[in-house]
């Protein structure tokens, strides 16, 4: 799992969440930075408030929090997540635009983008796939 201050990153680099089923989230700077919630069918439902996503909390978490904003949370997407996200925005015309390799020190994740190929390293594959997303979600607001 990647960190809070890793997927806060992404989320202030333009990575847009479209809460589903089993998506896992945090809730910061309300002394809950370790806690990582999941969206399920019971306890944690996405729902409106006045037009405006939110999410729910029911049972074992409504005696402190009913409901938050969804923009005052942060998805902390899965390493598939990340992966499609990085999927979605590289080239794929010559071969594999992503690779993956295990290396002594953790993960390597390499990703061609506008003909180059670059490089970025992590302590597990999510990490290293979150530091390639992160970087192509700054090329991206660069143009």
């Known amino acids: 799992m990647i960190s809070l ?3 806060r990153s992404l989320k202030d680099a ?7 089923l089993h998506d896992r989230f ?6 809950m930075d370790d806690v990582v919630f999941s969206v399920s069918h019971m306890a944690v439902t ?9 999410i729910n909390f029911q049972g074992a978490y409504e005696w402190a929090l009913d409901y938050i904003w969804l923009r005052e949370v942060v998805w902390v997407p899965t390493e598939g997540q ?22 002594p020190g953790g993960y390597l994740c390499e990703i061609q983008h506008q003909g180059t190929y670059l490089t ?15 970087d192509l ?6 143009r």
Not at 82 to 99: D, F, Q, T, Y
Not at 120 to 134: D, K, S, V
């Open 82 to 103: 990340l992966r499609k996200e990085i999927e979605r925005r590289v080239e794929s015309k010559s071969g594999p635009s992503l690779r993956l390799t295990r290396t």
């Open 5 to 7: 201050a890793l997927a």
């Open 120 to 134: 970025f390293a992590g302590e597990n594959a999510g990490t290293a796939y979150a530091h390639a997303l992160l």
């Open 14 to 20: 333009g990575l847009q969440w479209r809460p589903q």
């Open 26 to 31: 945090m809730i910061p700077d309300r002394d």
């Open 137 to 142: 979600l700054h090329k991206a607001s660069r």
């Open 46 to 54: 996405i729902g409106q408030v006045q037009g405006f996503p939110i």
